[in-house]
DNA sequence: ATGTTTCCACCTAGGTGAAAACTT
DNA sequence: AAGTTTTCACCTAGGTGGAAACAT
């Protein structure tokens, strides 16, 4: 349940299926992304707490660049090494969980915020909705916020909306990844949950 | 657009994909239900307009018992019939449309808000959410309710919330359909819009 | 040759029409 | 035997891992 908060207040976000995240944590921490845009493995899923019932939030996600290195898979000692220095930081839009807006109520009711739909992509060329455009090869941390919203906004408005300075968010060391186009580690399944 | 309103007000319902339903309505006018649920096509689809567009509405429909009588498929006439009397009219409760409850801005936003994921069933043992359980070989309409609810309703609480008396409805000739468990019409075909 | 990406056949989940089964 | 219901194989859409292709 690591959580870092940016705003005060009473608001809490806990990462689920925390058996499954430690295990790719010390497993594998490779994540694939495609042209089409891949769906997250395991998929990130938190528990929210703490906010105000009837006010309306958005909630949405974004992948924090750990650093601006390159990683390789090394085989016969089976870890990732540093490789040389990737692409600078960049800031892309984030995902906006697709609920949102909704109100306090609605997201604590849920038993977990699952963001199953959000795909991963390669593709710098054309911005797809739904999906996040990462760098190959590099480290991320994914990074959960929740921002309150007028209760008129609609769906298609909400982008314009995001204002990170005035929302709550956490990240999740054990969600840390390092992004490849087909899996390095061949130990990697995928048990559900 | 054939609308009748309930309450007042300047909220109407328009039916969508008109032609395809008026096809229907002459062709055939028979509706699949089966035992696991079966979606209706066409696929009733409205346009909602006239809600005041900061207030919080859940949108649900049912289907009206047109009469008592049971209703046969005559093969040399290719026509339905009256066969009898079937089931009491009954009230059942009604489907609330997935995107329930939002403001006025997000129903009207969407130029279509559609129902299909509703499944209709002849299965009386169980009730299941997301189905509407019907008699077979009798005959319904579509109706559709706009209602106001609270800003801070919640989608497990909407069926409670449920009181026909304070809502906007409206019902579609065209829609009128027969129920059977399978085809009777050979000339029934699956066209897309 | 090695490291990386794209492509593609497999698999799964779920909806559909028609054959099979059931009823009266 | 006719009418009605259930079952089931087909079809489709979409996600996945590994094979093929590409690039350095």
New binding site residues.
Partial sequence: EGVDDGCGGGVSMQLLQYDLWTKFHNLSTEM?I??NG??M?PVVKVKIRGLRPEKTYMVYLDMVAVDTR?Y????PSSRWMV?GTGEPLGQHTPYIHPDSPATGVQWMASPAVAFDRLKLT??KTREVKGQIILH??QKYRTRVWVQEVEAGACWGDLPHLVDQTHAHHASFPETTFIT????QNQQ???EAS
Avoid: C, L, Q, W
């Fill in positions: 694939i495609t042209k891949r769906r493995f390159r390789r898979y090394v085989y490789a390669n593709n190959s090869m490849v186009t087909a899996y990697r399944t995928g």
